[in-house]
């Protein structure tokens, strides 16, 4: 049995980068001189000891831990061998006796949170601090700051997206009665916090261009009942917010925008979340920045923010003597959450240019591949990437789906439209545009450091 992996710890870090560059795989299993496995180490391992201030002349028996995955005799793997192909196989005294291929596969999820140290830091603080719940001055601050990046004068962080949206039908008074308007292709949040109001939504068709509401649709189910449209801005697309704003003033009737998949976009200059009366975010885990579970209220309207801030808290009146004014709600974001928060705000600036830059890289590289159809961009509008979107030939698209997934690849047909569903069906005004585009959508896995060849490769067979 030949093991060109082994590798014997003496000598310099250097001298161990030398035997990586020509043993298999470009990796050495770090033994003692009686065999004894030590350590695994690789060029990304090498990498990372540099960083961490190592240099290559140091002793390598100074860098090497003492923990690290391999296959028993009985082949029982042991450690999460999941970032090396071949493993060192050990007998019972811990000796390297034969050499093995990982069968684990690193998995590639749609998305993934971008969180680093400055998260980790404030997250940390606010935790010694003791104040974890939702006193504490992230929640304010993360506010403040999120709610200024949309150049909206106020936010009201809350516990999620859903509450976000149901906080604000509440303070815009919309219950039994009255009406709300949704798109068809949408999450289902949209269309259950009008339900919890005990109001009748309206469901109507999207543009096939943006995939986003289309205001035709709505001007066609405007009825005197009418009181509000949630336009979504899907996939990271502004809607067309002319027209909505538009047909608003016309009518007389509130515009909430969910803006839970497009933290950043704009129409027309103007962000997502600032342009109708209440903008409502989402950060859950995998939307474009997160805080965990978590949401806000943006508006411009201060009677608003009071109102919204009143209803957050149980409808109870500020004094400590239990008066409640309305039946409010907890929908409160914690000081832990708004931490986290607070880092991801700063950072927003590098994540979408990151997201982008992914989507980029699936154009470039699926590039002349008539069969795939990029989300577009469109005359006044400022496109942001949460989860990069395609539109594929609705007959192969569960055999990319599936093949993918054999492949440890995640990815996601678009929303099941709401007129599909029998608990919504009742609601339905007006769908077609939502079924042909929602039957041929995928989003492709996006976050910071995809391997987004391993995904077009596959396509691309
Ligand atoms: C994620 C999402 C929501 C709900 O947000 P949560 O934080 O998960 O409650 C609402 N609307 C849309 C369009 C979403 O994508």
Redesign the pocket.
Known sequence: MRLDNLYVAEGRLLDLLLFLSTAPEGLAFVVDESGHLLDLMDGSKVRWLLEQGHTVDEPLINVIGDDCPYVDQSGLSVGDGRCFPLLPVVDSEHRVIDVTASTKKEFIPVAEPSLGIKEFGYLAEACLSGWISSSGHYVGQFEKLFSSYCTSPYGVAVS????A?HLALAALEIGPGDEVIVPDL??A??INTVLYTGATPVIVDIDSDSWCIDPQAVAAAVSSRTKAIIP?H?YGQPCDMAAIMVLAQEHGLYVIE?C??AHGAEFDGQKVGSIGDIGCF???GN?IITTG???MCTTASPELDARMRLLRDHGMVRGGEYKHEVVGFNYRMTNLQAAIGLAQVERIDQILVERKQIELNYRSQLQGRTNIEFQRDLDNRERVVWLTSVLVDPSGRTDIIESLRANSIDTRPFFCPLSQMDIYRKYVHSCRQSCTIAERGLNLPTFSGVDVSAVTSLLCR
């Open positions: 999620n997206g859903t509450t949206l949408t999450f949040a949209t979504v899907l969910d839970a998949e989402s950060f859950f939307k579970e978590g949401g």
